[in-house]
């Protein structure tokens, strides 16, 4: 299971890079593993603005849909369209083409709330 060590987690198994102003948002190596092969990826947040914790959308698998919290409170500026023609991109490359959002994070004390990559080793049992 690949946990890079430079990214911080959530209790929910997604991962967050830190870009300047903005932070890029997707789903973890094992909750992909965990939901099994991605069909769709829905994101109809793009310029909202919206609360740690709330739902930005939803990735739906063979099997299940489950819905995708935001970590940390911010404006979602920007959507990996890739995804709209190639969820599987998810599966395949989770940390790297895989990405699901950009955000502008309005408080960027709320990264301190985040996991480490060990932390999150952890929680997943890895």
């Known amino acids: 299971m690949n946990i890079p060590s430079d990214l911080k987690y959530t209790k929910d198994h997604e ?8 932070i ?7 909750a992909q593993s965990e939901l099994g092969d ?9 310029d909202e603005t919206l609360d740690a914790e ?21 404006e979602i500026i920007e959507f990996n369209e890739t995804l ?12 790297g083409a895989g990405w699901m959002i950009k955000v502008k994070c309005s408080d960027l004390s ?3 709330d985040l996991m480490s990559a060990d932390a999150y080793k952890v929680l997943v049992g890895a």
């Open 15 to 22: 991962w967050v890079r830190i870009e300047n102003d903005s």
């Open 24 to 30: 890029t948002i997707g789903i973890t190596d094992f």
């Open 38 to 46: 991605i069909v769709y990826v829905e994101v109809e947040t793009v």
């Open 54 to 74: 709330e739902i930005f959308g939803t990735v739906e698998a063979v099997k299940t849909v489950s819905d995708l919290l935001l970590p940390v409170s911010g």
């Open 84 to 95: 709209e023609d190639e969820p599987e991109k998810v599966n395949s490359d989770p940390y």
């Open 110 to 112: 709320q990264l301190d």
